[in-house]
């Protein structure tokens, strides 16, 4: 069955570096893009990032841009979101999630992990 | 950016009547939209993909419809456990990739 496990969230000062990871199983990894969606406490989901199959194309949010990096080891089959100078209003748990489509990233999510919280405070 | 605009923010009904929730986007988006479930503490679950195709494992009781602007997810007859927050998503002009505000179905 398919698995989706993030881990590496915390509590983190404003202005630091956290890198989340996504371990992933019960399915060919290199074949399909992945992305990052993240829910503030108590609110909706927001998209943040995506990266193609083979890693070549990447993706961002507006709101994450020029801070945050996606990338993935089809070796390991890990998917990995390095996150820098943190704001507050990074504060969300983060989901990974498969994109459905074969090869090409077709912007919908078939399958989630559990998420991790990350908690941006002083 | 497409902006998707869900209605209403909350719908409280009692389990086995029928459901209808709206999403409406700021352009057209075709068919390219998809419909979400979660739980309290879960992650969102694939309901609905390309407006009106049910995922796997989906019940019958779910269905999509719609095109361009104008969205419509039904729950035929509500089922305790589909008692939850509901998203629409577009993946019609992408990136960013969007989603609405969310629909609470809440037990009457």
């Known amino acids: 069955q398919v698995q989706l496990v993030e881990s590496g969230g915390g509590v983190v000062q404003p202005g630091r570096s956290l890198r989340l990871s996504c371990a992933v199983s019960?399915?060919?990894?290199?074949?399909?893009?992945m992305h990052w969606v993240r829910q503030a406490p108590g609110k909706g989901l927001e998209w943040v990032a995506v990266v193609s199959y083979d890693g070549s194309n990447k993706y961002y949010a507006d709101s994450v841009k020029g801070r945050v990096t996606i990338s993935r080891d089809n070796s390991k089959n890990t998917l990995y979101l390095q996150m820098n100078s943190l704001r507050a209003e990074d504060t969300a748990v983060y989901y990974c999630?498969?994109?459905?489509?074969?090869?090409?990233?077709?912007?919908?999510?078939?399958?989630w992990g559990q998420g991790t919280l990350v908690t941006v405070s002083s | 950016e497409i902006v998707l605009t869900q209605s209403p923010a909350t719908l409280s009904l009692s389990p086995g009547e029928r459901a209808t929730l709206s999403c409406r986007a700021s352009q057209s988006v075709s068919t390219y939209l998809a419909w979400y479930q979660q739980k309290p503490g879960q992650a969102p679950r694939l309901l609905i993909f390309d407006a009106s195709n049910r995922a796997t494992g989906i019940p019958a009781r779910f269905s999509g419809s719609g095109s361009g602007t104008d969205f419509t997810l039904t729950i035929g007859s509500l089922e305790p456990e589909d008692f939850a927050v509901y998203y629409c998503?577009?993946?019609?002009?992408?990136?960013?990739?969007?989603f609405g505000g969310g629909t609470k179905v809440e037990i009457k």
């Open positions: 999630a498969k994109d459905p489509g074969y090869y090409e990233s077709s912007g919908q999510f078939d399958y």
């Open positions: 019960g399915f060919t990894f290199r074949n399909y893009g």
């Open positions: 998503q577009q993946r019609s002009n992408w990136p960013p990739l969007t």
